[in-house]
């Protein structure tokens, strides 16, 4: 059994969810949200689908002039079925920003999921000193924390892992030009690692530049188990467990 960490499923992301559902049956997948509509498909399909679990969230990019009433939906849902986390938040420096506004939003969703004693997912771009500094001044280690689609440094996997974070690796991996990425799987242990799509985007060979799905998941393993010279069924088996683990799923 597989289990994508962390793809998107909202009516926005694809034109028949069901299908991409069915194509992951006998496998898990954690849904995540990133704006209002989108934690409201994560709420109704973890209620809907025995094999869905879901991170309600904020993404840093997505902040608008409603936010008050958006955290207020997040924390009314976050004891709702199969709901595992809070995510994906976190800071985005990418495109120009209100950095101070980003930081606050963070900041407040990680003392809700400490007050909540939920895991924790994180999305940072062009900002990883920030996030690992907030990280640690909001003592967000007292739950689990998974950074989402790790693409920075080996020597930052370092310092994460050893906070005890876990990081997701996903389709990046495949790319030609994913040296970085290659270099921390390969001196990573596996037990640091959760496997994921990020679907729809990001869709690994051979399929890059196609709409991602869920079942891709199964492209990152085989890469992976190539990279670390594993037996496939090992690198899933493991990574498997480590998503059970991380997100507490019965
Ligand atoms: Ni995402």
Redesign the pocket.
């Known amino acids: 059994m597989l289990i994508d960490s962390?793809c998107?499923l909202s009516h926005n992301d694809y034109e028949n969810v069901l299908d991409i559902i069915n194509n992951m049956k006998d496998n898990i997948m954690i849904v995540?949200g990133?704006d209002y509509e989108s934690n409201i498909d994560v709420v109704d399909l973890c209620k809907r689908y025995d094999n869905i679990y879901g991170v309600l969230g904020i993404h840093p990019t997505e902040i608008t002039d409603n936010i008050e009433e958006h955290l207020k939906y997040i924390e009314e849902h976050i004891n709702d079925k199969h709901i595992v986390g809070i995510g994906?938040i976190g800071l985005d420096y990418h495109y120009e920003c209100n950095k101070d506004l980003q930081k606050e939003i963070f900041i407040r969703q990680i003392k809700l999921a400490l007050k909540y004693q939920k895991p924790i997912v994180i999305?940072t771009r062009d900002a990883i000193q920030d996030t690992y500094d907030i990280l640690n001044s909001e003592n967000a280690y007292q739950v689990n924390v998974t950074i989402?689609?790790f693409s920075e440094s080996l020597e930052m996997a370092k310092l994460f892992i050893k906070k005890g974070a876990k990081l997701g690796i996903g389709g990046i991996v495949t790319f030609k030009n994913a040296k970085k990425t290659v270099d921390v799987v390969q001196n990573i242990d596996l037990k640091h690692i959760l496997l994921e799509t990020?679907s729809p985007y990001l869709a690994p060979e051979p399929l890059r530049g196609t709409k991602n799905e869920p079942k891709n998941v199964y492209l990152v393993a085989k890469k992976i188990a190539e990279i670390k010279n594993m037996d496939i069924a090992d690198v899933i088996e493991i990574t498997t467990s480590n998503s059970k683990t991380q997100f507490d799923l019965k």
Do not use: F, R, V
Request: hydrophobic letters at 10%; glycine letters at 0%.
């Open positions: 962390h998107h995540s990133a994906e999305h989402h689609c990020d």
